[in-house]
Nanobody, 122 residues
Framework: QLQLVESGGGLVQPGGSLRLSCAAS????????IGWFRQAPGEEREGLSC????????NYVDAVKGRFTISRDNAKSTVYLQIHSLTPEDTAVYYC???????????????WGQGTQVTVSS
């Protein structure tokens, strides 16, 4: 069964950092581009970043460039999202997804995890 499982979310103070993980099972992660997305209540799902299957190219939306870093370890079937300088506006459910094209657009991705909650509050 194809699965993606996000972890690493939680409650963090403004200015803090988190490292989110996206672990794949049931398929070869190295065949897929992986994207990170988030969705706050009442909001559209927002693309954040993606990484090609080889890890040779990454894309970031302007809203997160400089604060978020995506990386992957295909040997561990895991993709990471390192987040720094968190603000309350970063509060959302964060999702990872697998697809064929590296562009942080939800329509480009086929397989989705269940999400992990990130809450930024003092």
């Amino acid at each position: 069964q194809l699965q993606l499982v996000e972890s690493g979310g939680g409650l963090v103070q403004p200015g803090g950092s988190l490292r989110l993980s996206c672990a794949a099972s049931g398929f070869n992660l190295d065949y897929y581009a992986i994207g990170w997305f988030r969705q706050a209540p009442g909001e559209e799902r927002e693309g954040l970043s993606c990484i090609t299957s080889s890890g040779g190219r990454t894309n970031y939306v302007d809203a997160v460039k400089g604060r978020f870093t995506i990386s992957r370890d295909n040997a561990k079937s895991t993709v990471y999202l390192q987040i720094h300088s968190l603000t309350p506006e970063d509060t959302a459910v964060y999702y990872c997804a697998a697809g064929q094209i590296c562009w942080p657009d939800p329509d480009e991705f086929d397989y989705w995890g269940q999400g992990t909650q990130v809450t930024v509050s003092s």
